[in-house]
């Protein structure tokens, strides 16, 4: 964690979601991220990981699987306007975030008893 820098530029809040930093490991992921920021963990310039905070601001992390040969696994395209296939699904207890993440929009899945 302590090797990874931010440029200042990337703290400037962003329209659109976007891979700011590529790590070679999980544990290089820094603890705060800006805004819209998602990090690339890319062992030997193979993609495994994609993490970034939840868009839905309540301060839990996401790591998505980006190795096709584990399941379930995401598949990603864009780094200036990120696009994940298929869509997030979150849970926790209560709490649920689903959302689609286009072209480095944020599109909330109507969940029943949701108003996003």
Not at 15 to 26: H, L, P
Not at 52 to 66: E, Q, S
Not at 94 to 102: A, G, K, L, T, V
Request: hydrophobic share 40%; with cysteine; aromatic share 10%.
């Amino acid at each position: 964690m302590a090797g990874v820098r931010i440029p200042w530029r990337e703290w400037v809040p962003g329209r659109c979601w976007r891979i700011i930093v590529t790590v070679d490991a999980a544990d290089e992921i820094p603890e705060k991220l800006p805004r819209n920021a998602a990090v690339l963990v890319a062992a030997n310039e193979v993609p495994k990981w994609l993490a970034f905070d939840c868009p839905c601001r309540t301060g839990h992390r996401v790591m998505l699987n980006l190795d096709h040969s584990r399941y379930p696994h995401w598949r990603l395209t864009g780094s200036k306007k990120l696009t994940i296939t298929p869509s997030v699904d979150w849970s926790s207890g209560s709490r649920s975030c689903h959302y689609f993440i286009r072209s480095g929009r944020i599109i909330w899945a109507r969940v029943k008893g949701n108003k996003r």
